[in-house]
Nanobody
């Protein structure tokens, strides 16, 4: 069993640079072979991919909408994944979800992830 808990961001002004965190735990959790991703969802819209990172941090991938502004990273010693968000825009407002899936390659589809956090709301004011 794997638990993911997001934290770190609530209300921020446009142009801000907050960092979201995702702490993983559980009897069956192991950072090895666990791809971690961030998704976001606005009310009435589908959940969309934001970023993902392989288990050792050797490979990362970003949606075009956040490329160059967001950075994903992980600290396997702490079982934690981070999403550094820079130059935030009002259109980045959404609930951000941390997700995990076993494998060695990047996954960008939400259907490929087995473990999900409860989400953390990010509201960007203009």
């Amino acid at each position: 069993q794997v638990q993911l808990v997001e934290s770190g961001v609530e209300l921020v002004q446009a142009g801000g640079s907050p960092r979201a965190s995702c702490a993983a735990s559980g009897r069956t959790f192991s950072s090895y072979g666990m791809v971690m991703g961030w998704f976001r969802q606005e009310p009435g819209k589908d959940r969309e991919f934001v970023s993902a990172i392989t288990w050792n941090g050797g490979s990362t991938y970003y949606a075009d909408s956040v490329k160059g502004r967001f950075t994903i990273s992980r600290d396997n010693a702490k079982n934690t994944v981070y999403l550094q968000m820079n130059s935030l825009k009002p259109e980045d407002t959404a609930v951000y979800y941390c997700a995990g899936t076993r494998g060695l390659e990047i996954r960008t589809s939400s259907s490929e992830y087995n473990y999900w956090g409860q989400g953390t709301r990010v509201t960007v004011s203009s």
